[in-house]
């Protein structure tokens, strides 16, 4: 119902005190409350009624109201029972948030006001089903016992016979109403998702339809509860990370009331998704602490000693300590573009990790993501059994990843975004996390020198110097050799000392001197005297294992 049908029935006692252009808002619910902040019960659409008891003087007026207002109530009611005149500095607040406000004459009782709010919207075309909806949001709003977004799907299949679905972004089927019958295929979940993100990344406002297989789907935006359209500064910081919700329906074809029905519904289903999201800050407070311990070089034991916290919060039930693998992805935007990569990447690598083919947002529970720049790491858990398996094999693998995302995830980065992906070996204690955090990250360097707006890279790719040495500049690599083999290929050619094959036996026998000298035929004394020679003439010690490194890779890339 309409706010103006309100003041056209004397039996309610309501006068207008502000707000005269704002009637044509439409009613979805009424409320009653005296707290000094009602939010967290409040989703939008409602007819607020309250009886001032949270006024002690003029200054709480504006923060009341400024609440009531981001909420996206549609109107407040005062009653004049308890301070007789609706006070001027509430009608300023409220002109102020373009709220419109009625004053309730003391003798009518709120609960007139709501029976007959509640009695006309249940009179319209699907008002049954918004009443049913109205008292699930409160379910949802205060705990759990609401039953999430199935019951909501379940009443739009029973009531309005409409069949729905909430997708993720990447085309993940989150709830689907019972009553809808088979569930989406897989390849229409991800098709739904691509024409959801690039009709988003257009500036289309929602519903977008779709015709897919003979059939008309109709998709709306869920987006945060505590969030407005207009709260983003930019589309790109959230359309890779909001549901949508997929009704299989015209939605052009619907008179308005069935719209702001449907906007309820993304609404409810949205107080659900933030909780949801609330319940990853332990998650991601667990990756941070990780993660800044590794990066700045703690000790092996303090980083154990915190993933032993972790272990039990991400695999509850786990009897040993599990080995784990580090994920780390970069989202980016051409032209310089000031969007929160981090967060970005953050949202979106919580939701590329999980499996596709798993229904509801639970599997996410075990996966553990923080962000530092513009860069999202991944914590990622491996059972045991996965453990016992070789660390090549075991766990996730940089080509399955993104094949099943690959499609709405490249329609929502469109022709200005990037996503790279570096995956590392399983690691079995804090000792090797240091190293699989650099060699996940090595890996997306190796992503991001590829073609495509969605690429990944895992540690087998790393193998080998051979798809590293590419990505070092010539005028590097000419001074890199020059200065660690020149001074051996002078001697050599003066002396005919063979510094050069003695330097890539040494190397190749992992500076074993018995066998190096076995295979250069020559006695271990002078092998030791040859290997001595190269150090002098270069200033390196065969004996350090960087040092090794460096000529090995100067005598590749010679």
């Known amino acids: 119902m309409r706010l103006r049908a309100l003041l056209d029935t004397d039996a309610l006692g309501l006068r207008l005190l502000g707000g005269e252009d704002e009637l044509d808002r439409a009613v979805r619910g009424v409320m009653t409350t005296d707290l000094r902040d009602p939010s967290r019960y409040l989703s939008g659409g409602e007819l607020v009624l309250t009886g001032l008891a949270w006024r002690r003087d003029a200054a709480d007026s504006e923060p009341f109201v400024r ?43 709120f609960a007139t006001i709501t029976e007959h709010v509640v009695r006309q919207v249940s009179g319209e075309r699907a008002g049954d089903l918004a009443a049913v909806v109205d008292r699930h949001r409160r379910m949802m709003t205060s705990g759990p016992a609401g039953g999430g977004p199935d019951v909501v799907l379940d009443l739009l299949g029973s009531d309005l016979d409409l069949r729905a679905w909430v997708l993720s972004p990447t085309g993940r089927l989150i709830a689907g109403s019972k009553v809808a019958g088979p569930a989406l295929p897989a390849e229409t979940c991800t098709r739904l998702a691509a024409e959801h993100l690039a009709a988003s990344r257009t500036g289309r406002r929602g519903p977008h339809r779709v015709q897919l297989h003979g059939a008309t789907y109709s998709l709306f935006p869920i987006r945060s509860s505590g969030r407005s359209p207009q709260a983003a500064r930019d589309v790109r910081e959230t359309v890779l990370s909001d549901w949508l919700l997929a009704v299989e329906a015209d939605a052009g074809d619907w008179p308005g009331e069935r719209l702001d029905l449907l906007q309820g519904v993304t609404q409810l289903i949205a107080v659900e998704r933030d909780r949801r999201d609330a319940a990853r800050t332990v998650r991601r407070r667990l990756a941070q602490e990780v993660l800044e311990l590794v990066q700045t070089g703690a000790a092996p034991a303090e ?14 039930g786990l009897g040993a300590a599990p080995h784990w693998q580090v994920v780390v992805a970069r989202v980016e935007w051409e032209g310089g573009h000031p969007v929160d990569g981090g967060q970005v990447a953050q949202s979106l690598l919580e939701e590329v990790l999980v499996d596709p083919l798993a229904t509801g947002p639970e599997p996410s529970d075990r996966i553990a993501v923080a962000h530092t720049g513009d860069e999202a790491v991944a914590l990622v858990p491996l059972p045991s059994v996965a453990a016992e398996h070789d660390g090549s094999e075991a766990g996730l693998l940089a080509d399955s990843l993104l094949q099943a995302v690959r499609e709405p995830l490249s329609a929502g980065l469109d022709d200005d975004g990037r996503l790279t992906l570096g995956v590392s070996a399983a690691v079995h204690s804090a000792e090797g996390l240091r190293g699989a955090l650099e060699e996940a990250r090595h890996a997306r360097r190796v992503a991001a020198a590829r073609t495509g707006r969605v690429c990944a890279a895992g540690h087998q790719e790393l193998a080998s110097h051979v798809l590293l040495l590419p990505f070092v500049p010539d005028d590097v690599r000419r001074a890199f050799t020059a200065r660690l083999l020149d001074p051996l290929k002078d001697y050599d050619r003066r002396h005919r000392a063979e510094l050069i094959p003695t330097l890539e036996a040494f190397l190749d026998c992992d500076g074993s001197w018995t066998r190096c000298a076995t295979r250069l035929h020559l006695h271990v004394n002078t092998l030791r005297y040859r290997v001595g020679r190269i150090e002098q003439l270069t200033g390196r010690d065969l004996s350090r294992l960087e040092d090794k490194l460096d000529f090995f890779l100067a005598l590749r890339m010679s």
């Open 67 to 109: 609440i009531l207002a981001q909420a996206g109530v549609a109107a407040l009611a005062a009653g004049e029972a308890e301070l007789g005149d609706v006070p001027e500095d509430l009608v300023l607040a409220c002109a102020r948030h373009r709220l419109p406000l009625f004053a309730v004459h003391e003798s009518v009782a």
């Open 303 to 316: 980083i154990a000693a915190r993933l032993r916290v972790a272990a039990p919060v991400l695999l509850p």
